[in-house]
């Protein structure tokens, strides 16, 4: 089963991939650690991230193995990955190892911005997460602030946006909602709550796809 889960930053797709994940027992691709890690090494090369090139020889040579670097979780790199997400060299040179991944024989559940539109457009179940843009900067901003980074709430928000744009209107791979994937949104959602609404979520759809077949 392939579960492809897509939506904007901080809208706790991440948290509910991953007890998705736990929960059926399939392995788990944060799609947006790829691009992490990838404009993590391009400043590190001391590379530009606007060079298409250089930012697609460093998915070239990517080690997966880095992926949960604690460095890759700060709103710098964030930044960054939505800049070299943008070229399409860097989607075409991520896109074979998601699909590779995808192949596993369980399946898999990988969340991103465009699985289920691009990378896993025959997934079994999409889900498409969201929450209002204040909600999910206030989410940022407690996580920011636990982390003891000082920054205003209203910064935070103009963040969001300014990368919610990026990634809405590129013209490789835009954020968008698949049309045969269900909607969740976690606006008025705590964690499990937003775990639960998935799970019906995609025990209606497996189980619609079994009455269909
Ligand atoms: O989900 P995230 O915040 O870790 O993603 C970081 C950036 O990577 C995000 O701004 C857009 C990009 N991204 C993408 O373009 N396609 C994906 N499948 C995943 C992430």
Redesign the pocket.
């Known amino acids: 089963m392939i579960i492809a889960i897509d939506g904007p ?1 901080a809208s706790g797709k ?1 948290t509910v991939a991953k007890r998705i994940a736990a929960h059926y027992g399939l392995p788990h691709l ?4 790829l ?2 890690a990838v404009a993590r090494d391009t400043v590190a090369r001391g590379d530009d991230l606007t060079d298409p090139a250089v930012a697609a020889a460093a998915a070239g040579h990517l080690d997966v193995d880095t992926l949960d670097d604690p460095a890759l979780r700060t709103a710098g790199v ?1 930044e960054a ?2 800049i070299v ?1 943008r070229h399409g060299e860097v989607r075409a040179v991520l896109l074979e190892y998601q699909r590779r991944f995808a192949k596993n024989p369980a399946g898999a559940v990988i969340d ?4 289920g539109t691009v ?1 896993c457009p025959d997934a079994d179940v999409k889900l498409f997460v969201t929450a209002s843009s204040e909600e999910r900067a206030h989410r940022r901003y407690l996580e920011l602030r636990e982390s003891g980074i000082r920054i205003s709430e209203d910064e935070v928000l103009a963040d969001i946006r300014n ?1 919610d744009a ?2 809405r209107t590129r013209e490789a ?1 835009p954020l968008r909602q698949a049309e045969d994937a269900a909607l969740l949104d976690t606006t008025n959602l705590d964690i499990d709550a937003a775990f639960r609404a998935a799970i019906d979520l995609i025990e209606a759809a497996m189980g619609q796809a079994g009455q269909a077949g």
């Open positions: 930053a991440g944060d799609t947006g650690a691009y992490r964030g990955a939505s997400a991103g911005r465009d699985i990378i990368r990026r990634d791979s």
